[in-house]
């Protein structure tokens, strides 16, 4: 079983930027697709952005794209997600997850399900 735990959420004014990291207990990148989610007060979760096992490619939620990037790690097994000009609708609680996977098409790759999830961190977005 891997562990994933997150850092780096908090309280930002809106137009500002944080950056989250999500650290895994042992080596599984080499095999792993990563990504983030959020869920929202009264939502349901969704996914935010996603990158496949090689660092090769990326996918993001429309809402978030042009904002937030994804990247890893794998020497320190991490993977983090940079969110620049945050809205208040980026308010939510963030997961990160992993999936297993050596495929590319990172849209579809986590329709299929997520295999490990992280404990999640808050990002509020408010003046």
């Known amino acids: 079983q891997v562990e994933l735990v997150e850092s780096g959420g908090g309280l930002v004014q809106p137009g500002g930027s944080l950056r989250l990291s999500c650290a895994a207990s042992r080596r599984i990148f080499s095999s792993y697709a990563m990504g983030w989610f959020r869920q929202a007060p009264g939502k349901e979760r969704e996914f935010v952005a996603g990158?496949?096992?090689?660092?090769?490619?990326?996918y993001y939620a429309d809402s978030v794209k042009g904002r937030f990037a994804i990247s890893r790690d794998d020497a320190k097994n991490t993977v983090s997600l940079e969110m620049n000009s945050l809205k208040p609708e980026d308010t939510a609680v963030y997961y990160c997850?992993?999936?297993?996977?050596?495929?590319?098409?990172?849209?579809?790759?986590?329709?299929?399900?997520?295999?490990?999830w992280g404990q999640g961190t808050q990002v509020t977005v408010s003046s």
């Open positions: 997850a992993a999936r297993y996977s050596r495929g590319h098409a990172v849209d579809v790759i986590f329709d299929h399900g997520v295999d490990n």
């Open positions: 990158i496949n096992y090689s660092g090769e490619s990326t």
